[in-house]
């Protein structure tokens, strides 16, 4: 097997590249939080085109309080055994020994999660040692990009997850999009200096320079808790969704698991998303911002 | 004539085929209802999740719509798409077009900590194609008159059936527009016959 490996520049690696290729694959569709085989079933019957395995969903973890962790490898086990669509798992930032576990388990993308508690508040795990993709999230592009360089195939500007409240993911997603927006603007000879200012490695912001995009898929998580929600960060420029409580924690959630997934699909035609957004039953009750005090918002761990 | 590729884009890579095409200067749609059809002289099926794309086919009524469009415009079906080509599957949870005959194993060579990366050995040009293979299906009990157009160690990754082609890797990934060009000139000369 031929290999462009290049320990300079490990992202454009052809290890990397399959990583990369898993995520493109998954673009366009929707990424189902499950936290059993039943909801899986229910998820890959609704046209996810991915699980996530986790042990609690957010708007659970969020109410338990305590530290939250790796699921159980058993539970992740009988969901691959399920579905036959790729299954994510959720690791801690910087603990790289629960990936280890995760990539043992042959699972197909790994979540380093600001939803569990972080077990390194200085050091993000390096990705680019592992042979499964991992996902991350950002708030901004100097967050997505230093993701991207310690090797994350895929990044979710994140929302506030279990929240039920999409401001969260707009404001990041915008953040986002604005900032590349404008590297495209900027002459070469101000790249540096964006890098310093971002924190960001110096090859990528020229990369977001001359495309205006990721050189990774991006998707959008945290808050989405309707059709129209998947409607508005696809239009944002959301490539894909994650879904967490918005469905397991509305009392209809085979019928929402289907109406999120034509959303996000027809995300710029009114016609489909009025169709799919009648006769649903309550969507999951949500929560104002000013509700979670500051040091309980999930979205502000990571750097 | 010129030709206007549909890309159905329902889930999956879709936008890195409307940018392969665009390298080659061919005009293409995303195609999300079975009436855009119409507009197009030939139609490309993504890489994407089978399910996902099977289902939201059903919802919609794409089944009809592209049988009958198959039987006098080419079709390119890529991973998922070589799934929905095939005459058989061996998920129930897919169901197929049955535009070529073949039998497609969903996830034949594992789950993702196996995709990789090969040189594969195409029939039509001598030099081999740095192919990326993610989760992907494989080809079986292949009728005597469908055409082998790649290969991979021993395997079948690339097939042709008249106008239509399918494979298990993915030509839109890379910068190398081969690929789509050949099915592109395949497409031209059943359009003049």
Known sequence: ?????????????????????????????????????????????????????????????????????????????????????????????????????????????????????????????????????????????GE???????????????????????????????????????????????????????????????????????????FSAGGIATPADAALVRQLGAQAVFVGSGIFKSEDPAARAVAIVKATTHFDDATVLLEVSRGLQPGMKGLEMSEIPEEERLAARGW | MTITVGVLA???????HVKSLSRLGV??????????????????????????????????????????FAENHPVLGVCAGLILMADEVDDKRVTPLKLIAFKARRNFYGRQVHSFTADVTLNFDHRPFHAQFIRAPGIEELSPEVEVLASHNDEVVMIGAGKHIALSFHPELNDDTRIHNYWLSRCKQTASN
């Open chain 1, 144 to 218: 997505a990009l230093r993701r991207i360089g310690e090797g994350a195939a895929m990044i979710r500007t994140k929302g506030e997850a279990g929240s039920g409240n999409i401001v969260e993911a707009v404001r990041h997603m915008r953040a986002l999009q604005n900032e590349m927006q404008r590297l495209t603007t900027l002459g070469r000879e101000q790249l540096m200096s964006v890098a310093k200012d971002m924190g960001a490695p110096y090859d990528l912001v020229c990369y977001v320079a001359e495309h205006g995009e990721l050189p990774v898929p991006n």
């Open chain 2, 27 to 68: 005009e293409s749609r995303l195609i999300r209802k079975p009436g855009e059809l119409q507009a197009c002289s030939a139609l490309i099926i993504p890489g994407g999740e089978s399910t996902t794309i099977s289902l939201l086919m059903q919802e919609y009524g794409f089944y009809p719509a592209i049988k009958s």
């Open chain 2, 10 to 16: 329902l889930q999956g890579a879709y936008q890195k």
């Open chain 1, 1 to 141: 097997m031929k290999n462009n490996n290049n320990e300079s520049t490990p992202y454009a690696n052809d290890d990397f590249k399959v990583k990369v290729g898993l995520a493109e694959m998954l673009k366009g569709g929707t990424i189902m939080d499950v936290t059993n085989a039943e909801q899986a079933k229910i998820a890959e019957d609704a046209g996810a085109c991915a699980v996530m395995a986790l042990e609690r969903i957010p708007s659970d973890i969020r109410r338990d309080g305590g530290v939250a962790r790796m699921s159980d490898p058993d539970m992740i086990q009988q969901i691959k055994d399920t579905v036959s669509i790729p299954v994510m798992a959720k690791c801690r930032i910087g603990h790289f020994a629960e990936a280890q576990i995760i990539q043992a388990l042959e699972v197909d993308f790994i979540d380093e999660s600001e939803v569990l508690t972080p077990a390194d508040e200085a050091n993000h795990i390096y990705k680019h040692d592992f042979k499964v993709p991992f996902v991350c999230g950002a708030t901004n592009l």
